[in-house]
């Protein structure tokens, strides 16, 4: 959605079109982090020089964070 000249436009986009190289960065990072890619490793690929920068392209999934509580703990985080 966007506006031009002071109206609501909107426009259907195919699902391919609203990816970015920046999506997949993001993506990539992720997806390495939770294959048991050490963080240095992914920075190294991606060209990251500060862990500031770097940690914003992370998104852990919950059910990631739960499956590795579980795993040390034998529970999920606040069960």
Not at 25 to 40: H, K, M, N, Q
Not at 52 to 67: L, P, Q, S
Request: aromatic share 10%.
């Amino acid at each position: 959605m966007r506006y031009a000249g002071g109206q609501r436009r909107t426009e259907r986009l195919r699902q391919y079109e609203l990816l970015t190289c920046h999506t997949a960065r993001r993506t990539f990072v992720t997806l390495a982090l939770e294959a048991g890619l050490r963080p240095e490793t992914v920075m190294k690929c991606t060209g990251h020089k500060s862990w500031e920068t770097f940690k914003r392209y992370v998104n852990i999934a919950d059910r990631t964070v739960e499956r590795e509580f579980a795993a040390v703990y034998g529970s999920g985080p606040g069960r």
